[in-house]
């Protein structure tokens, strides 16, 4: 089965400046997909990156981009110039290429990022 | 567009009721997901439908029933409410299996 971990429980940064988050797992699997959620305090889960395992180039989006590394089942995600709204608790999941059950995501346990001024 | 929706937002219930979660999606999606989402454990598939007629647990399914109504609607019913369910539950759909997964707002869920 496929585990995701996130060791890093709390992180703080401060505005306007860059914080990278931590997340490995453990798969048997060549073909997958990796995803970033943010969660703030109003609970919705919104997707903020997703990286399809077969492609070398790490994801970007705007300030979000995640670091890729395949062979070390790592996938970082880097926050640049951060904003006050980015405070809240972000979650790393994996998704198997498959169907059926292999098609659930299966999450880590989220990492409470504190923005300060 | 409102995307995925949940009701009711907040729940509480005493051991032994019953009571249905309801999801809708208006995105045409084909299909959707339960998850419950306990503290320090991330989020946990209970059941899913892969596409309109068709539904299968997932890692956690005893104490649920699901009901795929029609390609919108995707509802979770507790038959008999325990303490132990007591937790906050999110629903998600994807235009296919296997595609990104877009989540509702969630149902916290109080069992006493």
């Known amino acids: 089965a496929q585990t995701v971990t996130q060791s890093q429980p709390e992180m703080s940064v401060q505005e306007a400046e860059t914080v990278t988050l931590s997340c490995t797992y453990d798969?048997?699997?060549?073909?997958?997909?990796l995803f970033w959620y943010k969660q703030p305090p109003s609970r919705q889960m919104i997707l903020v990156i997703r990286?399809?395992?077969?492609?070398?180039q790490n994801a970007t989006e705007n300030r979000f981009s995640v670091n890729f590394q395949k062979a070390a089942k790592s996938f970082s995600l880097k926050i640049s110039d951060s904003q006050l709204g980015d405070a809240a608790m972000y979650f790393c999941?994996?998704?198997?290429?498959?169907?059926?059950?292999?098609?659930?995501?299966?999450f880590g346990t989220g990492t409470r990022l504190q923005v300060t001024l | 567009n409102a995307g995925v929706t949940q009701t009711p937002k907040f729940q509480v219930l005493k051991t032994g009721q019953s009571m249905t979660l309801q999801c809708a999606q208006d995105?045409?999606?084909?299909?959707m997901y339960w998850y419950r989402q306990d503290p320090g454990m991330g989020l946990r598939l209970i059941y899913y439908?892969?596409?309109?007629?068709?539904?299968d647990k997932g890692e956690v399914p005893n104490g649920y029933n699901v009901s795929r109504l029609n390609k919108r609607e995707f509802s979770l019913r507790l038959e008999s409410a325990a303490p132990s369910q007591t937790s906050v539950y999110f629903c998600?759909?994807?235009?296919?299996?296997?595609?990104?997964?877009?989540f509702g707002p969630g149902t916290r869920l109080t069992v006493l």
């Open positions: 990286q399809e395992a077969y492609k070398q």
């Open positions: 999941a994996y998704r198997s290429a498959g169907t059926g059950t292999a098609s659930k995501l299966t």
């Open positions: 998600a759909s994807s235009a296919r299996q296997g595609g990104t997964q877009y």
């Open positions: 995105m045409n999606h084909n299909s």
């Open positions: 439908s892969a596409s309109e007629g068709t539904t």
């Open positions: 798969t048997s699997e060549s073909d997958y997909y």
